[in-house]
């Protein structure tokens, strides 16, 4: 699981204009599950998931990942305090177990859906030929390899919608962090996203997923939905 207790982040500390975004948040998620994380707009959301994603720092607070495979302890079930660790391993951290899908899904354009899916790769310096292979077989998973060649302004939403889920799963994350993915689909498209996650939760991904529409939250599949509003969580755990 992912145990957060007492996470706190403000931003401009000391400045007039601070601004306490996650306010004393302990939580835990429970691996293996969908959890959806629901509120409205500007009540930390984004900012929860980038400090579980390891790609900000809490301003005080400890996040654990307990039992969930790292790349540094492969096999252990005990706990791991991913907020102590120094910068170099917490990208490291960032790299090997988590995958993310954003809003805008950030696929980089004037380089073809393939690059992009090796993108977050470089970084380990994996064999080039072996890399490439793998974002194929993403690419056949997704039944997108016609489109391995093509610039990313060519894509149709959903195909954009498949290849950002297929870039976030290079590195063959552990757990998969979305933030609004439904934001720019519509009801079909959302839909066919969802049924993509069930996949992936069914392979065995943890998944949060952020998101304030129905066809997330609501779908049979979210294990549990937890809601923050003004940086506090004001429900931890609903049963979806
Ligand atoms: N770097 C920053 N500096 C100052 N304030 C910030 C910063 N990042 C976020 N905030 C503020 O923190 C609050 C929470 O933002 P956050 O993006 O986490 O909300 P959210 O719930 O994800 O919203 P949305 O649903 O609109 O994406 C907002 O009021 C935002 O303006």
């Excluded at 102590?84 to 980089?108: A, C, H, M, V, Y």
């Amino acid at each position: 699981m992912i145990r957060l207790a007492n996470v706190v982040k403000t931003f401009n500390a000391g400045k007039h204009n601070q601004f306490t975004a996650v306010n004393d948040v302990s939580v835990e998620i429970q691996p293996l599950n969908l959890t959806v994380l629901k509120g409205p707009s500007g009540s930390g959301k984004t900012t929860l998931l980038s400090l579980i994603g390891c790609m900000s720092r809490p301003s005080s607070g400890r996040i654990f990942l307990h039992g969930i495979p790292t790349r540094f302890a492969p096999d252990s079930e005990d706990s791991f305090e991913i907020t102590s660790l120094p910068e170099r391993f917490l990208n490291e951290i960032r790299r090997s177990t988590f995958g993310f899908i954003f809003q805008q899904f950030n696929l980089i354009k004037g380089i073809t859906v393939l690059e992009n899916i090796m993108l977050p790769a470089y970084p380990s310096g994996e064999n080039h030929a072996s890399l490439r292979k793998r974002a194929e077989q993403l690419l056949e998973m997704f039944d997108m390899q016609r489109q391995g060649s093509s610039k990313v302004e060519w894509l149709s939403g959903g195909e954009l919608q498949r290849a950002a889920i297929a870039r976030a799963m290079i590195n063959n994350p552990s757990i998969l962090v979305a933030d609004e993915p439904t934001a720019h689909l519509d009801s079909n498209l959302s839909m066919e996203f969802m049924k993509i996650i069930a996949t992936l939760k069914a392979e065995g991904k943890t998944i949060l997923i952020a998101s304030h529409d129905p066809i997330v939250y609501d779908s049979t599949i979210a294990d549990t939905i937890i809601e923050m509003r003004d940086g506090r969580i004001t429900n931890a755990g609903s049963e979806a």
